[in-house]
């Protein structure tokens, strides 16, 4: 089966994402009210890429550009590419902070392509988009919050990526700390060990299941919920100033993680008062922002 395009404009607003919240590693996502807009409509021919804000002056204008080869996935999946598009990208996600940038732009490109074909969002149903978005973006901790919007927990069964959704706790206030520098994911993740005590991957489970319960009704128990002893500690030598933060916030009795593979960090306060205090303890030359949670995932307009 071919695909028919539609005529018009079609148009995505995706959100940042926060994942692991420090002990749900690999699992545990949240969706931020910072957003990525973006806009794609037919051309008779060719490929125009227009970038404004994040990363506009370092990222491709031409088939490399990640949103484009998300796009190109569907077009794959729904056997028909069309002959030229013009995209326009406004950014507000930073990029290389670990806030979930290359899940927005995975997220976003699949939307846009699956909007610019009459039916396909019936021949490409959101389960289907989160194991696409999950296969490019390599699993599915940010890509199911920035789709589905909330809390969200997923996981990988037989290959196929999974996630459900639930509301956190109006109380719960996110507080990014956003450093004037990036860091690089893979060499994060290269610190990893392969193996942890069993110690600490049974105190992990725990705190990972304490994590749930806190966030969407026992707020109070998350400065406890958000201990980690899997992956942030490794990560430290790569990102000290990251690293020596979080230890300042938590002594404090702030509930402070690295958000994703940081270097961003991430206060997940009870409260405006709280979540005040946690962004008053931004660094200099680091940006302090209460995006509130994005409840709704990834919003789709065709004009």
């Known amino acids: ?89 406004l950014n507000r996600i930073p990029h290389g902070r670990g806030l979930g940038s290359s899940a927005a732009a995975i997220v976003a490109g699949l939307l846009l392509a699956r909007g610019l074909v009459v039916d396909g969002r019936d021949r490409l149903p959101d389960g289907v988009l989160l194991g696409l978005a999950s296969e490019l973006e390599g699993h599915p901790d940010n890509v199911a919050p920035c789709l589905l919007g909330g809390l969200t927990v997923a996981w990988l069964h037989d290959g196929a990526a999974l996630a459900v959704r639930r509301d956190p706790d109006p109380a719960v206030v996110p507080v990014l700390l956003v450093p004037p520098f990036a860091a690089s994911t893979a060499h994060a993740r290269g610190l990893l060990p392969k193996l942890v005590p069993h110690a600490d991957a049974a105190l992990n489970a725990g705190r990972a299941a304490l994590l749930v319960a806190a966030l969407t009704g026992t707020p109070q128990a998350l400065l406890d919920a958000t201990e980690d002893r899997l992956h942030q500690g490794y990560r430290a030598p790569a990102m000290p100033a990251t690293a020596k933060l979080v230890a300042e916030l938590r002594t404090d009795g702030l509930p402070a993680v690295v958000s994703g593979a940081g270097p961003s960090v991430l206060v997940l306060a009870r409260g405006d008062v709280e979540a005040q205090t946690a962004a008053a303890r931004a660094p200099a030359g680091w940006l302090a922002l209460l995006p509130g949670v994005d409840v709704g995932g990834a919003m789709v307009r065709a004009d």
């Open 1 to 89: 089966m071919t695909a028919t395009f539609v005529s018009g404009v079609v148009a995505v607003r995706v959100p940042a994402t926060s994942a692991n919240l420090g002990p749900g590693f690999d699992s545990l996502g949240l969706a931020l009210g910072l957003h990525d807009e973006l806009t794609v409509r037919l051309a008779p021919d060719g490929l125009r890429i227009d970038v404004a804000g994040e990363g506009s002056d370092e990222v491709l204008r031409d088939e490399g550009h990640l949103v484009v080869r998300a796009m190109r996935r569907v077009f794959d999946e729904l056997g028909a590419h069309p002959d030229g598009m013009d995209l326009s990208c």
